[in-house]
């Protein structure tokens, strides 16, 4: 896995900023649907694993 897809927001800065130096890259969007068709996207054309990351339905508004 070489990218985490999701969106930004406070809830979840921490996790982006552990992605520094890991030689994972944060790739952030507008909405979590639009994420999930990246990674998607990204699998298929890759084969690789792909990982959506997204904040519960009631945090940061």
Excluded: N
């Excluded at 969106?7 to 030689?23: F, N, P, Q, R």
């Excluded at 969007?29 to 990351?53: I, N, P, Q, W, Y």
Aim: aromatic letters at 4%; a negative charge.
């Amino acid at each position: 896995m070489r990218h985490v897809f999701g969106v930004d927001g406070a809830d979840i800065e921490d996790l982006y900023d552990a992605l520094v130096g890991s030689g994972i890259t944060g790739v952030i969007d507008k909405h979590e649907s639009f994420a999930a068709a990246m990674v998607d996207g990204c699998a298929r054309t890759t084969g690789r694993l792909g990982s959506v990351a997204a904040r519960s339905a009631g945090a940061g508004g």
